[in-house]
């Protein structure tokens, strides 16, 4: 089978150059799922794939064989679950985890273990060009991504407030340096689209999010957050006050910002704020 091939033909080949590529294995229970990964980190030359599993437990047989620098870890796998992997394989010698899922109900969870990076499918290119690139980066500088933090996992573990999968979400997963912080609603003033980013804006900070606009617009809590133009999202509790500018509807934030709604959502955001 192809995933063997790719085990069989990279294991200790040791040609120079080689040993600085960094070291990839697979996990996925869903065949179109493993190839279509595979097809997408094939076309980065700094990446070598030496083993691809079907589940759980031959993902974890595989990193004892293969030594991989990462493992890209589908969650929901039939025997053991992504997750119950990444717990098995805390420690200092651990590699680097990408998991990678169909299911945004464990995203939180994902992050809390401490996993360099989380990818939702279906899989972009140009977002898995960027998490190979942290990834690359830190291998290569021989950096901790801050693994095995039982203290973080075992908070996440009783927190009652597990997003679901289609359900509302209840605190905002954002990236902040090279971890992930978790951000209440009520600190998030407004989020932008800027620059082919998603950004949550809290007080000064601003923060990458993985979602999209348009995939927050309809998992933010009903009333909480109004669409003011295609490129923004306002929190309404975050609103000072409003009214017509020059014909424009203007929103004037507590924390000094102005914003300005589009024409055409103009009546819409009037018709919420009242």
């Not at 004892?64 to 890209?72: A, I, T």
């Not at 679950?81 to 969870?109: C, K, M, N, W």
């Amino acid at each position: 089978m192809k995933e063997r091939r790719f085990a069989a033909a990279s294991g200790g080949s040791g040609r120079a150059g080689e040993e600085r590529r960094v070291r990839v294995v697979i996990a996925d229970d869903e065949p179109r799922a493993r190839q279509f990964l595979e097809r997408l980190l094939v076309e980065h030359e700094e990446l070598e794939i030496v083993g691809v599993a079907r589940g759980g437990a031959e993902a974890l047989a595989l990193v004892s064989e293969q030594h991989p620098d990462v493992v890209f870890l589908d969650i929901h796998m039939p025997d053991l679950s992504g997750l119950e992997v990444a717990r098995h394989l805390r420690g200092e010698a651990s590699p680097v985890i990408v998991f990678v899922t169909a299911y945004d109900q464990h995203a939180v969870e994902a992050f809390e273990l401490a996993a360099l990076d989380y990818l939702l499918k279906p899989i972009r290119r140009e977002r898995l060009a960027e998490t190979v690139r942290r990834v690359v980066d830190d291998v290569r500088q021989q950096k901790d991504p801050a693994r095995g933090q039982d203290a973080a996992i075992q908070k996440l573990l009783d927190d009652p407030n597990m997003i679901e999968r289609g359900e509302t979400l209840r605190r905002l997963p954002v990236r902040h340096r090279r971890e992930v912080k978790l951000l209440d609603l009520a600190e998030v003033t407004r989020i932008v689209s800027r620059d082919r980013l998603v950004l949550a804006c809290a007080g000064a900070h601003e923060y990458m999010v993985d979602y999209t606009l348009q995939e927050l617009e309809s998992r933010l809590p009903p009333g909480r957050f109004v669409r003011v133009h295609r490129a923004a999202l306002v929190n309404v509790d975050a609103i000072e006050s409003y009214g017509g500018e020059d014909g424009v509807l203007v929103l004037h934030l507590k924390d000094g910002t102005r914003v300005e709604a589009s024409e055409r959502r103009a009546a819409e955001v009037r018709r919420k704020l009242k």
